[in-house]
């Protein structure tokens, strides 16, 4: 077994049709006299999106598949819904692997380092266009940024797939080791992430793009920090996005997401699809870590569990965690 070590700690619509008169130059509503505008749908209350995104997380099938989980939305100012289903096994604080979801730390990492302006190079490492991408994900405990690089062959460069999108932790790895952090131990990435995002995340080893070790609670401290606009990355979401799916964009090399055509920008899938998508941004990790931001940049959530199988877990999480995220937004549970 894994011994995994933390260091934590609807806008209102109103119209008026008017037509003009005949030859008595007067105006005419349409309405006749005294007769009441329609009424005007009014969004949720808060009691009525918490009730709903509570009985989609504990009832909707979907959600009973990746049962038991952790789930929390809430908005810049904090949680306004949140809870343990399927018993107590996670909570906001219990420590976990997040694999994947590692991809938007890095991605706000980098979009810090460089002021929220990000040049060629930046935006094809952010969005595995870099050309590298013959990375394994073995990097172990006493491990530097470099020596993780070079020994899954992730400093392999391929000409031919520069500009193509290709899934694989090297481009972030590769731009690590570019930019000073070349011998950075799994420490050293930690308090990095702290100084520079004000995040708490260990690892054992420094994968960029899948090591980090955190609690529900210091993600959606980062979340909320990005709602607030205080992390640059805030600018960056959605930008710039990279056609991800080989079977539909001839730009694209290779993607773990194949039942859907998602998007890719600065370490996290713009949720796009053209029918199932709605515009939120999200980084699903392989253990079913998926935490959200949705398209209007005003609410965030996650979906937070454990689940080493191997069988595309964070899309599984993803599947559940949008349909809680579509109740709470429109208050009619999923």
């Known amino acids: ?31 006749p006299p005294g007769a009441a505008s329609p009424p005007v749908a009014s969004a949720p209350d808060a009691a009525t999106r918490r009730t709903a995104a509570e009985t989609t ?5 979907l959600c009973r598949a990746v049962s038991p989980f952790y789930f929390e939305l809430g908005d810049r100012d904090g949680a306004q819904v949140s809870g343990s289903v399927g018993g107590d096994t996670y909570t906001a604080q219990t420590v976990m692997p997040i694999a994947s979801a590692s991809k938007w730390l890095f991605g706000a990492y980098v979009a810090e380092v460089k002021g929220g302006v990000l040049d060629q190079a930046d935006v094809r490492a952010t ?58 131990s799994g420490a050293d990435v930690s308090r990095a992430y702290q100084t520079t995002l004000g995040v708490t995340a260990a690892f054992n080893g420094p994968l960029l793009a899948g090591g980090a070790i955190t609690t529900p609670a210091n993600y959606a401290q980062f979340l909320r920090r990005i709602l607030n606009s205080q992390l640059k990355i805030a600018g960056l979401l959605g930008s710039a996005p990279a056609c991800t799916q080989p079977a ?39 253990f079913g870590f998926y935490p959200w931001i949705d398209r209007t940049r005003s ?20 599947q559940c965690g949008r349909l809680i995220r579509k109740a709470y937004l429109s208050g009619v549970a999923q």
């Not at 172990?140 to 400093?155: I, R």
């Not at 609410?299 to 993803?318: C, K, M, P, T």
């Open 1 to 31: 077994m894994r011994t995994y070590q933390a260091i934590f700690s609807v806008a209102t619509l109103a119209g008026q049709l008017v037509a003009c008169g005949g030859g008595g130059g007067g105006s005419d509503t349409g309405e």
């Open 57 to 61: 997380a504990s009832a909707n099938g």
């Open 127 to 184: 969005h595995m266009l870099s050309g590298y991408a013959s990375m394994g994900n073995a990097c172990g405990t006493g491990s530097t940024v470099a020596s993780c690089l070079t020994a899954g062959g992730g400093d392999t460069y391929t000409p031919a797939k520069l500009d193509r999108y290709h899934y694989n932790s090297a481009h972030f790895q590769k731009w690590a080791v570019d930019h000073g952090m070349g011998e950075m």
């Open 248 to 286: 539909s964009c001839p730009s694209a090399d290779y993607s773990p997401l194949v039942a859907e055509a998602w998007h890719y920008s600065v370490g996290h899938w713009v949720e796009d699809d053209p029918v199932t998508g709605d515009g939120s941004v999200s980084s699903a990790g392989a």
């Open 299 to 318: 609410v965030y959530g996650l979906l937070a569990r454990v689940d080493a199988s191997g069988d595309n877990q964070g899309y599984a999480s993803a």
